[in-house]
C-alpha cells in the first residue's frame, strides 16, 4: 500500500509501522524503505528488504463491458467515537466536507458520477453523505462493500483523496486520477505535493477556488483530459516508480525465495 512514503508527518504513525512487531519487513520502494527505517521505533531491529510492488496491482482487469465517466473512491472514515486520525478531525466536519465536494462539484458537472463509500461501518444511523447522494441527480452510489479493484478498470477517470493505501489501487488502475488533497487528515508531504502536481491531476482542498476549479475541471470533455494524463506520462513513470516501487516479475516468489534464505 502507499501512506508513509507520501504522508505530511510520517513520524506522527511510526508507533504503528510493522517494525514494531515483525522480524523481517518487505516494502515496495526505496522511498518507503527510507521513511521506515528513519522513524521506525528505537529498539526495532527488524531487516527492511525492497521487492517493489506485489503481482497483484499489475493485474487490474475490467469487469464491464461498457466504460461509466467519473468514480469517486472516498475514503471518508468516520472514526464513531474518537477520532484517531493524525490530525485528528471530528465525524461532524468529515461528513459536511463531503457534503459541499457533492453539492459544489459532483451534483454540478455534465457528467455521470459514482460514489463508492468507504467500505466501513461506524454509526447505526444513516449517513448524512449518503442522504445527500439520494437527493442528488447526477451522482449515483456504486460498490458499497465490493472491493476497489474489482470495478476500478470499468471508469474513465478516478477521483480520491487522503494519502492513503486507497490511492495504490486507483493508481494501479491506470486510468487519469484526480488526486484531492484533504483539507485535514493525511495530508501529503511538501515533496510528494510536488510530484503529484507534475504526475496526475492535483487539487487542494484548502485553496479558496477548491469547488471552482475542480467543478471546471471536470466539466471538459474526457478526451482532453485523457489527453492531458498522457503528457503527464514520463513524469508519471518516474513519480510511480518513486512512490509504488519498481515493477518486477513474481515478487510473491522471490519474497519466498529471501525468506528461505535468512
Known amino acids: 500500500s502507499l501512506t508513509r512514503e507520501i504522508i505530511e ?4 504513525r511510526s508507533v504503528f509501522f510493522e ?6 519487513l518487505f516494502v515496495f520502494s526505496k522511498k518507503a524503505y527510507e521513511i521506515t527505517s528513519k522513524f521506525k521505533v528505537s ?3 527488524t531487516q527492511i528488504f525492497i521487492s517493489g510492488p506485489l503481482n ?4 487490474i482487469r475490467r469487469t464491464s463491458i461498457f466504460l461509466k465517466e467519473i468514480l469517486f473512491v472516498s475514503t471518508n ?13 471530528d465525524d461532524k466536519s468529515l461528513a459536511t466536507k463531503e457534503i459541499l465536494l457533492i453539492k459544489n462539484v459532483f451534483s454540478n458537472v455534465n457528467k455521470k458520477v459514482y460514489y463508492k463509500p468507504y467500505p466501513a461501518v461506524r454509526y447505526l444511523d444513516d449517513d448524512p453523505v449518503i442522504n445527500q447522494i439520494k437527493s442528488e441527480d447526477n451522482v449515483e452510489i456504486v460498490g458499497t462493500h465490493q472491493d476497489l479493484r474489482f470495478i476500478a478498470k470499468n471508469y474513465k477517470i478516478i477521483i480520491t483523496s487522503r494519502a492513503t493505501s486507497t490511492f495504490s489501487w486507483a493508481l494501479a488502475s ?6 484531492i488533497d484533504h483539507f485535514c487528515h493525511a495530508r501529503l508531504s511538501k515533496e510528494a505535493r510536488i510530484d503529484f502536481s507534475q504526475a496526475y491531476f492535483l487539487f487542494d482542498q484548502r485553496a479558496s477556488d477548491f469547488y471552482e476549479s475542480l467543478s471546471n475541471f471536470l466539466k471538459r470533455p474526457i478526451s482532453v483530459i ?4 498522457k503528457d503527464k506520462n514520463e513524469k508519471r513513470m ?4 518513486k512512490y509504488f516501487g519498481k515493477v518486477k516479475s513474481n515478487v510473491g516468489l522471490k519474497i519466498y525465495k529471501k525468506l528461505n534464505e535468512l
Open 238 to 241: 518516474y513519480v510511480n516508480e
Open 19 to 24: 517494525t514494531a512487531y515483525s522480524d523481517y
Open 226 to 229: 485523457e489527453n492531458d494524463w
Open 9 to 12: 508527518n510520517p513520524n506522527q
Open 174 to 179: 491506470k486510468r487519469p486520477i484526480i488526486f
Open 43 to 45: 529498539n526495532s531491529n
Open 77 to 89: 472514515l468516520y472514526a464513531g467515537n474518537k477520532p484517531n486520525g493524525i490530525p485528528s478531525c
Open 56 to 59: 497483484e496491482f499489475q493485474n
